[in-house]
């Protein structure tokens, strides 16, 4: 990764709004889909995919390159936002989204888009799936990281705290997860419908490296993505202070648009907002 | 008849060892079990390339997917109530869909658990993981068959599941034969009734045969290890041929292979059957044969089956 500087993050950020765009663009023409939690990880997401993370289209059948698993798989839109940027399909395919026979299924599919490394959708399997990644490259004595986007609803599900512990026992230091705590799932806020806190004293005591990040800030995320990576000896998890809908006005902390899609007239305005046309 | 007896497991065990010499992407994990499903002789031989997850289910056949992203092979094996059932999301998801090179190899399947009780018994497997898609299902009858379908699941592309026994088990198949994925076997000859016998209940079929040869019928005993893809081709060749069939496996009845053979069937040649299996009910503590004897597989029913399905015929 290069040296963080001001005009690289103007970049970044700059590139975080054009996904922001496409994210909105796509789940309006789906007519379906979950722009708050895909929202809330744009910055982590442009972050991983334009900076952080070693990785090409070319390089996809080749293990020895950055992996990266989306554990909360409806951020799909984000997902499918960064990896048609960065070359693995064309832009022009976005708006096909959720559409039959679209290779951009609701949630991602190994089998069927470019660039996705694994089929995550049912909440909580990510994290395990990464464990495995982690493993496989340390066996195969390569010197790569996985990273793991995970959701804050999904630390419910109890596989979270088994591939937790797993990662911990074997010592996976090439393993970095981040939490993006945006604070809200589907039924409310996620203290009111299943409390996390004190979340970061959890993956503590589940023996993991704990780094903290506004997940907005593009800047804290270079840098705190820089120091996950210089971590020995065991797992990082990044718990990442985010905004569900981060970028469009009436859409953040807004759970009511954590699964729908805008009208015209929001979508017009979303648009704007991110600094595009309609 | 005087058949060796001999473990599904330890053959499993071997083979584990076998495929660890031959290929380094082998990688083995096991859930606290490893001593029951004999994946502690790959740990002893390949220790680098054993992981043991503890008591966790879920995140083992999630973290198989992982070391399949990463193109190794990987072999992960608890008991089969706990493979399938507790870890039935996972396998779905994280294994098939994305058509995953991850065997499932789970040990402990059926009745013959024996003592353990209803809790670790499982007559449902077969049906959960015939039903997901990309999935292939092996159902060894013995120990030799198992060693067989555990190599050529290693070279089969895409997860597979593999249901061992308890038990040992009389040595039925021979030993150096290639295991072929999708093709059942002819143990016996014969036209006037077909035995179709699943994993342990082969033998019983095979003892049903000797018995109702003595009453002058000429038992066909088929040995149908592969539930998914079905050998549609033998199956039906047993019924045009035979005229009546009767199944036998320790499964539910409802679901079972009896359910899928029936289908084929009724599709493409309606045959008089009968169903040799659970009878949907959940099992109980006791001996394996004590057992089988109890809820109806043995080679008792199965003759009686026989009897009463060749009487159906026109």
């Not at chain 1, 590139?15 to 994210?23: D, M, N």
């Not at chain 2, 353990?116 to 060894?140: F, K, R, Y």
Request: hydrophobic share 40%; glycine share 10%; net charge neutral.
């Amino acid at each position: 990764m290069k040296s963080i500087n001001e005009g690289r993050v103007k970049e970044l950020e700059q590139k975080a709004a054009s996904l922001r765009r496409h994210v909105v663009k796509m789940i309006y023409a789906a007519g379906s889909g979950h722009p708050g939690g895909s929202l809330s990880a744009t910055d982590i997401m442009t972050a991983l995919f334009f900076e952080v993370m070693d990785h090409s289209p070319e390089r996809m059948g080749s293990q020895d390159r950055d992996h990266f698993i989306m554990s909360k798989g409806h951020a799909a839109p984000i997902y499918y936002a960064a990896l048609a940027e960065s070359g693995y399909f064309p832009v022009e395919e976005l708006v096909t989204l959720r559409k039959l026979h679209s290779r951009l299924q609701g949630h991602p599919s190994r089998v069927k888009t470019p660039g996705v490394e694994m089929s995550t959708g049912s909440l909580g399997q990510g994290l395990s799936v990464a464990n495995g990644l982690a493993l496989a490259l340390r066996l195969q004595n390569l010197d790569r990281k996985v990273y793991c986007l995970c959701g804050d609803g999904e630390m419910a599900e109890g596989q979270i705290w088994e591939a937790a512990m797993f990662a911990a026992h074997y010592h996976l230091e090439n393993l970095i997860a981040i939490v993006d705590r945006n604070g809200l799932q589907i039924d409310g806020r996620t203290e009111d419908v299943m409390a996390l806190e004190p979340l970061a004293d959890k993956w503590k005591a589940f023996g993991w490296n704990v780094l903290f990040m506004d997940g907005n800030d593009m800047w804290q995320v270079l840098e705190t993505l820089n120091e996950a990576r210089q971590h020995k000896g065991g797992p990082t998890v990044i718990v990442a202070k985010t905004v569900k809908g981060k970028g469009v006005s009436f859409m953040e902390n807004n759970v009511g648009f954590h699964g729908k899609s805008p009208n015209e007239k929001e979508y017009e305005q979303a648009m704007r907002e991110l600094g595009g046309s309609a | 008849m005087s058949w060796a007896l001999e473990s599904q497991r330890k053959n499993y065990g071997k083979a584990l060892v076998e495929l660890g010499k031959r290929r380094k992407d082998i990688v083995v994990l096991d859930a606290d079990l490893s001593g029951s499903t004999r994946t502690v002789e790959f740990k002893t031989a390949y220790p680098d390339r054993f992981f043991n997850c503890g008591i966790a289910e879920q995140n083992m056949m999630g973290t198989a997917a992982g070391l399949a992203v990463c193109g190794m092979t990987v072999f992960a094996s608890t008991f089969a109530v706990f493979a399938t059932g507790r870890a039935y999301d996972q396998i779905r998801q994280s294994i098939a869909y994305p058509n995953l090179n991850v065997k499932v190899v789970a040990s402990h399947a059926g009745i013959t658990v024996g003592g353990d009780g209803a809790s670790h018994q499982t007559m449902e497997d077969i049906a959960l993981m015939n039903a997901i898609p990309n999935m292939t299902v092996i159902v060894p009858a013995d120990g030799p068959e198992t060693y067989n379908a555990v190599l050529a699941a290693a070279e089969h592309r895409g997860p597979v599941y593999i249901r061992m026994g308890r038990s040992e088990v009389p040595v039925i198949t021979p030993r150096e034969a290639a295991f072929k994925i999708g093709k059942a076997t002819t143990l016996r000859e014969g036209s006037d009734v077909a035995l179709v016998g699943v994993g342990q209940m082969v033998a019983p079929c095979l003892l049903a045969a000797d018995a109702l040869k003595a009453k002058g019928i000429n038992a066909r005993v088929i040995n149908l290890s592969t539930i998914k893809p079905l050998d549609v081709g033998t199956l039906e060749r047993a019924a045009r041929e035979c005229g009546c069939v009767v199944t036998a496996e320790e499964h539910n009845i409802v679901s079972g292979v009896g359910t899928l053979v029936a289908a084929v069937l009724a599709e493409r040649h309606p045959t008089p059957m009968e169903r040799v299996a659970m009878q949907d009910v959940f099992g109980q503590s006791g001996e394996s044969d004590e057992l089988m004897k109890e809820y109806g597989l043995s080679e008792k029913e199965v003759i009686a089956a026989a009897i009463r399905v060749m009487e159906r015929k026109k």
